[in-house]
Structure formats: C-alpha cells, structure tokens
C-alpha cells in the first residue's frame, strides 16, 4: 500500500517485463507467466522461435516485427535481448518494475552464462537500469515445471516485500533442481563454477555432399566446488549468483599496465652526423 497525501491508500501493483529464449510458445514462459499474474501486472514480449545461446545479441540489419499470440503474449522475429530492448523502448509504453527472464529449459550455471540467452534477455533489463533475474530449470524437459514457477513467484514476491524492485538495479541468476517443491532446499548464494572446454564439434555430410559442422555439447563441470551453482544444484538447493556487465581484469590491471608500458614503441632518438 501506498499514501496519497497523507489521507488515501491505494494498491500499488508490480509491473513485470517477462521474456525468454525458448520461445513464446514454450511450457517455461507459459508457466512463470501464469505463476507471476497472480502477484503483479505481467506483460509477455518472447522470441517468435527458440533463441538458446544468443547471449545479448541485438539484431541491426533487418527489421524486427512485433505479433499478439491469442493468449496475449507479444512474440518478435529476433533474439531475448530484441524482445527487451524493444519492449522497453517502445512496445511497452512504460518502465516495469522487474524484468523476469525463462524459465529455461535446462541450467544456465558456470560458464553457460556468457552465451545464454535467457541470461542475455535479464541483462538488457540489467543495462536498461531495471532490476532483473534469469530462471532456469537444470535438467532439460520441464520435469517439475510448476514447482519451479512457485519457486520463482515466491523468490519474487521476497524480492518486493524486502522492497527490492523498482529501485537500483540488479542482476540475478538463478538455477532451480527439477524437484517438487516441498522437497527442494533453500535459496543458496553461489558464484558461478566453470566447465571443462566443450565437445568436439560434429560433422556431417550434406545431401549436396558438403562437409557441415554442429558445435558439440558443452563440456562437464570443471570446478563445481562446494560455493558453486553446480555444487547448490546438486544438492537440491536453488543456486543464486548475482551477476555483473564489467568485464574488466581488475586483479590483471597492475600487471598489465606495467606490461603495456614495456609493448610501447620507444621513441627513436635524433643521432648526429
């Protein structure tokens, strides 16, 4: 509740940006949709088609059309970070309070991060100064799927209560066991583990007999240490890693300045004669 010139309360209702990168029509996006309405004013703007490790790409040199799906959720031809970069500056009319990415088919933990889009789409909510968060199941094929939408509808309705919307940013990532809900163990904060360099890439022959290349899966956890989200993950507890956009080596930075002074051209001096 909010006053109103010290004489009215009226309801003040969240705002929520909802996007993904599986698509408009996916089972994820459709439930923490259906799990968030019941506590906030939620608007959907999804990629037409699945979108997975997109990252932040935005789409420059073809234009971008925006559709109504009969259930309301708008769906655009491009990638997550499309979908709320537009939303947000323009197809929306207004500044949400939360943008809520996923939920992912699958875990985005570890190195995942940089190249997923579900990731991608929370950041551009990130950028744009709004606090944000990226839900992902671990497990593929939306086992326990409406345990995981209660667990993201109750995370968020923390977040409002401890009164962390609408103000500074944020940027959250998190990880949910495909468990039901009672058995899932508490929110647990994380920083990312890394993985182990990805399989090899596949090849194949075309019908044209050319050689083609898929890129192989990603590789196993290389450090899924106790504090990881691997490590949360596979003890049943719900991972959470703040994330942040600098990609600055702030630990390299004394050694590199000392070593771009050395990759200086050193003046050639003027010799006599």
Known sequence: MASYNGLHSVTVTMKIL????????????????DALKA??????????????AKSNALTLHSPLYVHRAANGFRYVNGTPADCVHIALTGVLGYRPDLVVSG?????????DTIYSGTVGAAMEGYLFGIPSMAFSQVDKGWGELDSAARKAREIVEQMQRHKLVGGAPWLLNINIPNMPFDALRPLRLCRLGRRHAAERVIEQQSPRGELMYWIGGAGPAKDASEGTDFHATA??????????????????????????????????????G
Do not use: C, F
Request: proline share 5%; charged share 15%; aromatic share 4%.
């Open 18 to 33: 909802i996007s993904n990168d599986d698509g408009y029509q996916a089972p994820g996006i459709v439930a923490l949709h």
């Open 39 to 52: 506590i906030a004013d939620v608007e959907v703007v999804a990629p037409e088609h699945n979108n997975s």
């Open 103 to 111: 939920i992912n088919n699958g875990a985005n933990m570890g190195d």
């Open 235 to 272: 003890h049943g507890h719900v991972s959470m890693t703040p994330l942040k956009v600098d990609l600055t080596d702030h630990d390299g930075l004394g050694y590199w300045a000392q070593t771009a002074a050395r990759l200086v051209p050193q003046r050639v001096q003027d010799g006599g």
